[in-house]
Structures are given as structure tokens and as C-alpha cells.
């Protein structure tokens, strides 16, 4: 089993790598790669945390007087210009605000032209680069670093971050340390959102549920005091899907999408805050609808996402003993497909809704009806 980093590992130093809660042996890896000047590459999914490690990492690097354990001291001149956020010698390369991807013309300015620049204040200039996305840094932009990433000077120090390897150039990776961060444990989650001065034990324990295991969905839905109401309100409309009219399904979808002082907007169009909140909404009824699942087939290891709710999860069961959870799941997520897909919005939530009445009651209903063939 993992040895876990407790809060009192952790101590008062923010910038220490004993702030990056998660199993020791991934801190091991961390500590190794410091030593190494091959470029780091950091793999994690969204909300894993990868930017706030690569600034421990860069903490380190640039520490005056760093541990072989713990990393940056947290009290040099270093630790304390990085701590506010003015640090000469850290060059953070991401697409410019409103911009996608990062200009190949930025590549060249803040790193080729720096790169033989001695540090100005530290020992080392890191640089840390975002290839996040597919677009983030594209392939002129990857290959302006290359050179850059195999010759430089001894003080120079690179960490990228990525979401997915294979998107980089195989002579990227071929050039980089590939360091992946896992999924944490719930225990971890909570020690994270302790940390971050979240002490409601409801808003805590509801980021556990629906993080996944992912720190930056957890501080962000701990963080949202919406969400906890969003819940509610959408479990009570998943579990009227079992047994309200069509006409239900249609309209009653709506109403989560208004504003939490129950207003509707003005016009027929469906406004951006909307449109984003609909990705929570179906992020909470593909939950649902696998919970349902997970009861229905007794799956042995089978980890109920809205434990708290099994009791009315089971009643329905109980109730409705011909629903089908599965496909209403899949229908879910090919909406959410769909959707990010820039399909037409009402007609894909239309069909969504009066799928999920029938697979949710029990009707016989044609798999291509509602779901593509590929996922019947």
C-alpha cells in the first residue's frame, strides 16, 4: 500500500514538494527528476494538478538552499520572489489570453531568446511550458523547441505539461523525463481541500464524491455553493423521468438551466452561463444513471458515486425493476459528444430527455432511435 503524505508532513512551506498531496512514491519520482536535467513532462487530465506540481518542481530547481526531500526551503530570496510571483528566472510559456495555442514567435522569443541568459537571481532559469491541448502548442511551436530542449546551457531547466503524450512530437518525448500523475485517493481530496480552507463538511464531502479524483475539480466544485442546489434539483428531475409525461421531458429541463433565483432569461436563446451549466447537469444524470446501474447488476466493485442517495436510488429500482440504466448512460455521454460537437442544442437535449424517459421507465423503444447504432 501507498504511504500518504498527512497534513502534518506538510508543514507551513506552500512552495515544499511535501505540499503535493499524494503517495509517496510518486513524490519519490518528483525528487529524482530534479536531479536530472533531462526536460520533465508532466501527464495528467485536467484538474490533476500539473501546474500546481510544476511550480514545486520549479521552486526546487531554483531554491537557494533546497532539500534532497522536501525541496525549495521556502525562506530564500528565490523562494520568496517565486512566492509573489516575480521570480526573474521563471519563464511560464501559454497562449496569450483569448488565444488557443501559444505563437510559434513567443516560442522563439522566450526561450531561444533567453535561453543563454544567465540566471539573475537563482541558480537556474526553468522554464515551464503548457502543451495542454491538441492546439495548446502546435507542431511549428514543438519543433521551435526542440533545439532548444537538447542544447542548452547547464543551468537551464524545462517542464512541459501535457494531457496527452501522444500529441506531442515523438521527438519531444524522446527528449523528456514522462512523469504521470494519477488519479488521488478521497482521502488525499479531503487533506487537499483542508488545505485550501474548505470547511464545510457537506460542500467537503460533496467534492470527494464527484472529483473523481481529480484535485482541481474537487477545489472547484467545493468552491461552487451552486453545485450542492444543482444536485438537488437535478435528482429530482432524473427521478421524475421514471414516470412524468413527455411533455415533462421537454420542458422541464429548462428550469435547471435558470438562474439560481429561479429567473428566466430574456429571449429564446439559450445564454453561455447556460450552455455550460447543461455540461453539469449531464456530468450529475450520467452519475445517476451509473449508480442506478451499479445497484441493478450488483456490481461487486461497483463504487457508488452518490452513496448518500442510494436509499431513493434503490426505491425507484424497486419501483421501475425494467429500466435500463446502461443505455440511458450511454445516451448521456453521446450527447455530451454531440454537444461539444457544436450540434444543434435543443434538438440534441430534446432527444436526450425523451430517451431518458423511455430507458429510465422501462418502455421498448429501437436502440437507433435515441442511440447510434455504434452504441446500441
Given at each position: ?154 543551468f537551464v531547466r524545462f517542464i512541459l505539461l501535457t494531457e496527452d503524450p501522444e500529441r506531442l512530437l515523438p521527438t519531444i518525448r524522446s527528449r523528456s523525463r514522462m512523469i504521470h500523475l494519477g488519479r488521488r485517493s478521497d482521502q488525499e481530496i479531503r487533506t487537499i481541500l483542508e488545505h485550501n480552507k474548505e470547511t464545510d463538511c457537506s460542500s467537503v464531502e460533496l467534492a470527494v464524491l464527484y472529483a473523481e479524483g ?163
Amino acid at each position: 500500500m501507498s504511504k500518504q503524505v498527512t497534513s502534518t508532513d506538510m508543514g507551513c512551506n506552500a512552495l515544499s514538494l511535501r505540499s503535493i498531496v499524494c503517495a509517496e512514491e510518486l513524490l519519490d519520482v518528483l525528487r529524482q527528476s530534479i536531479a536530472d536535467p533531462t526536460p520533465i513532462l508532466l501527464i495528467g487530465e485536467e484538474g490533476s494538478g500539473k501546474h500546481y506540481i510544476a511550480m514545486r518542481l520549479a521552486a526546487a530547481l531554483l531554491c537557494d538552499e533546497p532539500d534532497d526531500k522536501d525541496g525549495a526551503c521556502g525562506y530564500c530570496p528565490s523562494c520568496r520572489s517565486l512566492a509573489q510571483g516575480e521570480h526573474f528566472d521563471l519563464i511560464e510559456l501559454e497562449p496569450e489570453e483569448g488565444k488557443k495555442t501559444i505563437a510559434v514567435a513567443n516560442v522563439r522569443e522566450q526561450v531561444g531568446s533567453t535561453l543563454h541568459i544567465f540566471p539573475q537571481l537563482s541558480r537556474r532559469r526553468v522554464y515551464i511550458i503548457s502543451a495542454i491541448k491538441d492546439d495548446t502548442l502546435n507542431e511549428q511551436g514543438q519543433n521551435a523547441l526542440l533545439k532548444p530542449l537538447e542544447e542548452h546551457p547547464e543551468f537551464v531547466r524545462f517542464i512541459l505539461l501535457t494531457e496527452d503524450p501522444e500529441r506531442l512530437l515523438p521527438t519531444i518525448r524522446s527528449r523528456s523525463r514522462m512523469i504521470h500523475l494519477g488519479r488521488r485517493s478521497d482521502q488525499e481530496i479531503r487533506t487537499i481541500l483542508e488545505h485550501n480552507k474548505e470547511t464545510d463538511c457537506s460542500s467537503v464531502e460533496l467534492a470527494v464524491l464527484y472529483a473523481e479524483g481529480l484535485p482541481g475539480q474537487a477545489l472547484a466544485i467545493a468552491g461552487d455553493k451552486d453545485f450542492q442546489e444543482l444536485r438537488a434539483e437535478v435528482f429530482d428531475f432524473f427521478l421524475r423521468l421514471f414516470c412524468e409525461s413527455r411533455v415533462f421531458a421537454l420542458t422541464g429541463w429548462q428550469r435547471l438551466l435558470q438562474d439560481r433565483d429561479g429567473k428566466a432569461k430574456a429571449g429564446t436563446k439559450l445564454q453561455k452561463h447556460e450552455r455550460m451549466r447543461m455540461n453539469d447537469v449531464l456530468r450529475l444524470l450520467e452519475s445517476f444513471s451509473r449508480d442506478l446501474l451499479v445497484l441493478k447488476e450488483e456490481i461487486p466493485q461497483g463504487k457508488l458515486v452518490n452513496s448518500d442517495l442510494e436509499q431513493s436510488l434503490r426505491a425507484v429500482l424497486e419501483k421501475h425493476p425494467a429500466t435500463d440504466p446502461l443505455r440511458a448512460a450511454l445516451l448521456i455521454q453521446q450527447t455530451s459528444r454531440a454537444l461539444s460537437a457544436n450540434v444543434l442544442f435543443d434538438h440534441a437535449v430534446a432527444r436526450l430527455m425523451l430517451g431518458l424517459r423511455h430507458y429510465l421507465s422501462g418502455q421498448a423503444a429501437p436502440n437507433h432511435v435515441y442511440l447510434h447504432e455504434t452504441l446500441g
